[in-house]
């Protein structure tokens, strides 16, 4: 196994929150480095940047949340009208912990930089993403769907269900990544590249790596 094979099989299981009780959102700057986004409907969108009030656009009676140790916690409800939309941005200086479960859509408004940033989405999740920095860590479960762009040293990523990765915009120096059942990921390496597909989806790769480990009966094959 390469050296960045040894996180791959790992599963992030989706953090709860820590106990506060869910209310109003909270009216000053919000200070935090977490986010746990559970429910139905609506975009929150990621900045990066010195604490700064949550800003809502929509309907914020829609979101409740709870903040506890640097963690924000929100429940999105959804809409009597299918139409309408909602948004929820949030600021951070420095990035560290993202949990989706349902189907709600997260994104950045612009690159954010990382050190070593978790990622973990369930149900129906979406997560469109470019970051910077030294490492990301991905875990896919459900139907859920992330898109990543940007550059970092290390990728390290499961995909399992019918849950779909598409990061060969993600330039990494080494990446490891283990697909289970229907799930299809892309991914991009230059140096080592751990890749094992044990489902019946498919596994792309790009960026010529210089070392290779395959494992699994699923497909992998270089990008065209």
Same mark, same amino acid.
């Given at each position: 196994?390469?050296?960045?094979?040894?996180?791959?099989?790992?599963?992030?299981?989706?953090?709860?929150?820590?106990?506060?009780?869910?209310?109003?959102?909270?009216?000053?700057?919000?200070?935090?480095?977490?986010?746990?986004?559970?429910?139905?409907?609506?975009?929150?969108?990621?900045?990066?940047?010195?604490?700064?009030?949550?800003?809502?656009?929509?309907?914020?009676?829609?979101?409740?949340?709870?903040?506890?140790?640097?963690?924000?916690?929100?429940?999105?409800?959804?809409?009597?009208?299918?139409?309408? +939309?909602? *948004?929820?941005?949030?600021?951070?200086?420095?990035?560290?912990? #993202? /949990?989706?479960? %349902? @189907?709600?859509? &997260?994104?950045?408004?612009?690159?954010?930089?990382?050190?070593?940033?978790?990622?973990?989405?369930?149900?129906?999740?979406?997560?469109?993403?470019?970051?910077?920095?030294?490492?990301?860590?991905?875990?896919?479960?459900?139907?859920?769907?992330?898109?990543?762009?940007?550059?970092?040293?290390?990728?390290?990523?499961?995909?399992?269900?019918?849950?779909?990765?598409?990061?060969?915009?993600?330039?990494?120096?080494?990446?490891?990544?283990?697909?289970?059942? +229907?799930? *299809?990921?892309?991914?991009?390496?230059?140096?080592?590249?751990? #890749? /094992?597909?044990? %489902? @019946?989806?498919? &596994?792309?790769?790009?960026?010529?790596?210089?070392?290779?480990?395959?494992?699994?009966?699923?497909?992998?094959?270089?990008?065209?």
């Amino acid at each position: 196994m390469s050296a960045a094979g040894g996180a791959a099989g790992a599963e992030v299981e989706p953090a709860p929150a820590r106990g506060a009780a869910l209310g109003p959102l909270p009216e000053g700057p919000v200070s935090l480095d977490e986010v746990v986004v559970r429910g139905s409907g609506g975009v929150v969108v990621l900045h990066q940047g010195a604490a700064r009030p949550i800003r809502v656009t929509g309907d914020r009676a829609r979101v409740t949340g709870a903040l506890e140790d640097g963690q924000l916690s929100l429940l999105i409800v959804p809409a009597s009208d299918p139409q309408e +939309t909602l *948004e929820v941005h949030l600021w951070s200086p420095a990035w560290s912990t #993202l /949990r989706v479960a %349902g @189907a709600t859509t &997260v994104s950045s408004a612009e690159p954010l930089e990382v050190g070593d940033l978790s990622v973990g989405l369930s149900g129906s999740a979406r997560v469109e993403l470019a970051v910077r920095g030294d490492a990301v860590t991905t875990s896919l479960r459900g139907s859920s769907e992330a898109t990543l762009s940007g550059a970092v040293e290390r990728h390290d990523a499961r995909a399992s269900g019918a849950s779909r990765l598409a990061a060969a915009g993600l330039r990494t120096r080494a990446t490891a990544l283990t697909v289970v059942g +229907t799930s *299809e990921a892309a991914v991009f390496a230059t140096g080592a590249l751990d #890749l /094992r597909n044990e %489902g @019946a989806g498919e &596994v792309i790769y790009g960026g010529e790596p210089e070392e290779i480990t395959r494992a699994g009966q699923g497909t992998i094959r270089a990008s065209d």
